[in-house]
């Protein structure tokens, strides 16, 4: 079986499958298993995967991996429910809401007495409904975590009726490049969007390009204002932090 040596170059989702290959352009052919592939797509896009192969039968793997991806797809739903399912390599990866206890854990905390003022004011406002932990949840890991306020003491932020704040937005740094990122903070606006709001804003460092490339991308294309308080990152007396400049961008959606 070939080494796999580090994560698939693409994130499968529950409609992009390998089957979308029509034309091998590099890659090993080994005698069976599993084999990093650059293959062309019908939309002309070049993508690396990972297929079932056997000795110059590359249909044959491509049909052998969207049947395997299939069961293991029907599987998790019977297990879990649909959810929002995304592939990496032959395991699933799932983004849910979690709780206020798996973020200590993820915090690297063991309890709440022993958490950070910050940690603190993120349990809180989960506790009272008013912050949601989103997660990329990979085979029960989770590398990946964006946070939902409602409504803050800066109503630019977050007003509780009409704009809602997103931020502490990371994924785990070998996870990062294949677009889990951007599946993650597209999911987590069309949640909020359900609960008729009407914008979505969220902070940005003004010297972070790779950062504001994406967001901008994503429709965060209006800048709100410069900030050098941060309202969801506390001091011990549970005030806002002063911090480096950093844009607020808005989205309307």
Known sequence: MAKRVHPPGDTMSTDIIPALICRPTGGRTVSSGMDLTVATCRNGIEKTIWLFVKTNFLRDGKNRAKKHQRTVKNRFRR???NGNLIFWGMKPMKIRKATEHEL???WGYESIHTAS???KF??????RGNTEFWTLDYDGELVGELYVFYDLEDKDFADGKRTAYLCAFRVRTDFRGQGLGTKLICHVIEHIKEFGYHRISIGVDTTDMANI???KRLGFTIKGKECAEDPCDRDENMQPKSCPSFWLLYKEV
């Open 117 to 119: 003022s910050n940690a």
């Open 213 to 215: 490339r994406l967001y």
């Open 104 to 106: 200590l854990e993820l």
């Open 122 to 127: 993120f349990c809180d406002n989960i506790k």
């Open 79 to 81: 297990q879990n429910g």
